[in-house]
């Protein structure tokens, strides 16, 4: 038998996906390389995928289009044409996202508390809103602010890790919100982490007001003025999935290209599923309506008669994800997620989806947020779960004893 011989320096073709169609009209196809430039993508990717089963349905006419369509691709004159400005912003936060799934993987991520001087910060403050950050945390968040003052195009930057939104630009024309590194206490265990990003429009009605309040009145616009939102996903693969306002699509990292691959384009949640996703160990905490909705969806007596499974990750991003591509609901029924940077960005994506996002009782996009760090319960999945679910009534769990895990 012959024996194969791979340079290490040398690019092979990889046994990929190649597109046979486009899934969005195809014009000119462009990446960014460093800036803003004309890019005609490779047809071959380094040898790297294997045997990687593409999802695809295409949902345009056939064209000329042999090679990979990137994420720069999807979004730039060739595709959906979000505009330059939006383009060279994404640029910036998938080239971050690359940064933080490297230092998520690396064996040395441990050792970031003990050698960086990150220790002594880690503890929230004295009455903040904010929950406790690790290293991790601290410098993802510094990656991708970074990131976003090196693309020239925001103006405010409002974290997870910040008591305040962080003034950055005053001709930014947008506005970024984010969580910068969700699940980070899974870490050690090596179960999937994920960044979590919302972007909006900057307000320039407000561009005469002090810096400090345009800062946060630009951070609580309403979710149903979202132009774009998305979430990275760090775990077996490393997958950036989002939206601008017309479906919403996946792409994969290829790690020996740097390239976001097309994987799931025009994402459709199923109608309904057959997992709902919670930690059910506080049961005995919730609210009589909640109760009622899970034990009889597990026992197939629900409107859908079929017994559902459980499944909890106990990571948003994850469990989100999951719910995303097969249907059902994840949630946390107390009021502990975020509606700024966690619930608006996901619930935009699970509409966009053609799902919901609920706190049980309204629609997130709808909820208008008085405070950065406001808190809510969380619904998020298939439109006739939520809907059972929210039928149910009393679902939103009201005690909170302070949970240690």
């Known amino acids: 038998m012959q024996q194969l011989l791979l340079s290490p320096t040398t ?50 006419a056939a064209g000329d289009t042999t090679g990979f369509s990137t994420l720069m691709e999807c979004v730039g004159k060739g595709g959906l044409d979000v505009g330059d400005e939006l383009v060279v912003l994404l640029y910036h936060i998938q080239y971050a996202c690359k940064k ?9 991520n441990s050792a970031l508390g003990k050698h960086s001087g990150l220790t002594g910060i880690t503890s929230g403050a004295g009455g903040s809103d904010r929950d406790k950050s690790k290293p991790l945390d601290i410098v993802a968040n510094e990656i991708i602010l970074s990131s976003l003052r090196n693309s020239g195009k925001v103006s405010v930057m409002a974290s997870e890790e910040d008591d305040a939104p962080i ?5 930014g024309p947008f506005v970024v919100v984010l969580d910068p590194l969700d699940g980070s206490r899974n870490i050690d265990a090596s179960i999937p982490t994920g960044t979590i990003f919302g972007i909006y429009k900057r307000l320039v009605e407000l561009d005469h007001l002090p810096t400090e309040e345009k800062a946060s009145l630009n951070s609580l616009q309403s ?21 601008f306002g017309s479906g919403t699509h996946a792409f994969t990292l290829d790690h020996s290209t740097g390239d976001f691959i097309l994987t799931h384009p025009s994402i459709r949640i199923p109608p309904r599923g057959q997992i709902y996703s919670v930690n059910d160990a506080r049961y005995f905490d919730w609210p009589e309506g909640l109760k009622q909705y899970i034990d009889t969806v597990r026992q197939g007596k629900g409107k859908y008669p079929k017994k559902y499974s459980a499944r909890y990750i106990c990571s948003l991003v994850a469990d989100f994800h999951r719910t995303l591509l ?31 996002g609920s706190d049980g009782k309204s629609r997130i996009l709808s909820i208008q947020p008085v405070k950065l760090h406001q808190r809510l319960p969380l619904f998020l999945g298939s439109m006739e779960d939520i809907d059972e679910l929210e039928s149910y009534g009393d679902v939103q769990q009201r005690v909170n004893p302070g949970y240690e895990v």
């Open 11 to 60: 690019s092979y073709p990889s046994p990929l996906f190649l597109l046979n169609s486009h899934p969005f009209t195809p014009k000119h196809q462009f990446c960014l390389r460093g800036s803003l430039s004309l890019y005609t993508p490779p047809k071959m990717a380094s040898f790297s995928g294997f045997i990687a089963k593409s999802q695809m349905e295409m949902t345009a």
């Open 100 to 108: 933080i799934a490297a230092l998520v993987a690396s064996p040395f």
């Open 167 to 171: 003034w950055i630009n005053d001709d």
């Open 223 to 243: 979710g149903a003025r979202l132009v774009a939102a998305g979430y990275v996903l760090y775990s077996s693969a490393t997958i950036l999935c989002a939206s």
């Open 326 to 356: 097969y249907g059902g609901i994840a949630m946390n029924p107390r009021d502990h997620l975020r509606l700024v940077y966690e619930a608006n960005p996901l619930s935009f994506l699970a509409e966009q989806a053609g799902g919901k």
